[in-house]
Structure formats: structure tokens, C-alpha cells
């Protein structure tokens, strides 16, 4: 098994990409308020600031900050999955099972980034906040409803034409 390494910063910043096994579900979206119950579950027991995230049918992208002397972010990923797992069942969706036994529901590896500067920072909220447009399901980011795009608008942070029919940018990974 290869050893991946991931970077543990205390109190970091981190950009994640987590993924459906099946790239044609749609079980997030379809199921969005299920995976936002698991998400501030894990965060009531576990902190950490969400400082962007947008849910796309099969996979999501978050920004989230830890807090000061804490890198544990594996372990709230690893609960958000179980949880959001747990929920699906005891609602009745049906979760295939791979020949181990195990469900098999999400991808068992995820994309993790440190974030190392606000410019790297600013990349990657947009990289979030712009996701929706790139796989077409929006011409405007702003009109996506899974998407902390609109409290950065709402705050004034971001316009809501903001990347109004990009095509391209300097938006993270």
C-alpha cells in the first residue's frame, strides 16, 4: 500500500476535495441537508471555520481553518463520511457494498491542500466558489444554492455577477 503523506499543520487552513465512489451520483445534492446535519454535527464536537465550501452532486469542496494546536482534519472527514452514511441508511437509500463488505459510498482517499498565504487562500475560496460554473451547471457562480458564495456576497466580500461567465482564472487546483 503506498504511504501517502499529508502535511498537519496546526491550527492550518486546508482546501479538501472529497469525492462519491460513483462520479454519476447526485446523492449530495439530492440529499444536501442529510450532508450539511453530518457536516455541523462533526463541526459541534470537533471545531473548525468554514471558510468556503460548495456541494456538486457527487463530490465537494471545502476551506476549512482548524482550530489553534489542532490538525486532526482526517478524523472530521472521516466522521462527516460515516455520518452522512449513517443518515442515507437509516432513511432507506440503498448503499451498494464493495466484496469487503464495506460501503461503498465515498472515494477512500480525498485531495488535501495546505493553504499557505492569503494569496493561496484567495485561489482557493474562488476555486470553491467557481466549481459550479466550470462543470456547467451555472452560468453565474452566484446562482448555485449549495455554495458559501452567497454569505461572501451578502457580506459584500464578492459581487453577485462575481465570475459572471468565466471561463478561466487563477481558481486553485
Known amino acids: 500500500m503506498v504511504n501517502y503523506r499529508r502535511n498537519r499543520a496546526a491550527g492550518g487552513t486546508y482546501f479538501f476535495t472529497v469525492n462519491l465512489e460513483d462520479c454519476r451520483s447526485t446523492l449530495l445534492v439530492d440529499h ?18 468554514i471558510e468556503a465550501m460548495v456541494i456538486m452532486p457527487d463530490h465537494f469542496h471545502a476551506v476549512w481553518t482548524l482550530p ?11 466522521l462527516l463520511k460515516a455520518q452522512f452514511a449513517k443518515h ?4 432507506g437509500v440503498l448503499i451498494n457494498r464493495n466484496r469487503r ?9 480525498f485531495w488535501e491542500h495546505t493553504i499557505r498565504d492569503d494569496f493561496d487562500f484567495e485561489a482557493h475560496v474562488n476555486y470553491v466558489h467557481i466549481n459550479p460554473v466550470k462543470h456547467g451547471y451555472v452560468k453565474r ?3 448555485w444554492p449549495y455554495s458559501t458564495i452567497h ?13 459572471c461567465g468565466a471561463d478561466e482564472g487563477e481558481f486553485g487546483e
Open 151 to 163: 454569505q461572501y456576497v451578502e457580506k459584500g466580500v464578492l459581487a453577485a455577477d462575481w465570475a
Open 32 to 49: 444536501v441537508s442529510t450532508l450539511l446535519r453530518s457536516i455541523f454535527n462533526v463541526k459541534r464536537h470537533h471545531p473548525f471555520v
Open 88 to 91: 442515507l441508511l437509516n432513511a
Open 68 to 78: 489553534p494546536g489542532d490538525s486532526d482534519y482526517i478524523r472530521r472527514l472521516q
Open 141 to 143: 457562480a452566484n446562482d
Open 101 to 109: 463488505g464495506e460501503y461503498d459510498l465515498w472515494q477512500k482517499r
